[in-house]
């Protein structure tokens, strides 16, 4: 499986703003579409957001839909950003970049997750 790493998670007041980064080192001759999910303990892994890296479009959870901004680095393969406003306290979750396997040589796979905690 490919290891992703995620970045930028952090504290923040409701209302205030984060930056994630999710990457997948050591595979630039994959091409991945990269995923985020959240997880609260107790609960099930939602799905929050999606970019094609093919024509750039975007998917986003209801929840998160215009508040929260997928992108892709066009300067580095297979990075991507989530860019998190007006942020609230059920918000509150471990983010976890995801990709799909992308041929025979380009795993799938789960980053580590990074903690997104939004205070009132």
């Known amino acids: 499986q490919v290891q992703l790493v995620e970045s930028g998670g952090g504290s923040v007041q409701a209302g205030g703003s984060l930056r994630l980064s999710c990457a997948a080192p050591g595979y630039d001759y994959c091409t991945y579409d990269l995923s985020w999910y959240r997880q609260v303990p107790g609960k099930e892994r939602e799905f929050v957001s999606s970019i094609d890296s093919d024509d750039g479009s975007t998917n986003y959870a209801d929840s998160v839909r215009g508040r929260f901004t997928i992108s892709q680095d066009n300067a580095a393969k297979n990075t991507v950003y989530l860019q998190m406003d007006d942020l609230k306290p059920e918000d509150t979750a471990m983010y976890y970049c995801?990709?799909?396997?992308?041929?025979?040589?380009?795993?799938?796979?789960w980053g580590q997750g990074t903690q997104v905690t939004v205070s009132s």
């Open positions: 995801q990709t799909r396997p992308s041929g025979a040589y380009c795993p799938g796979g």
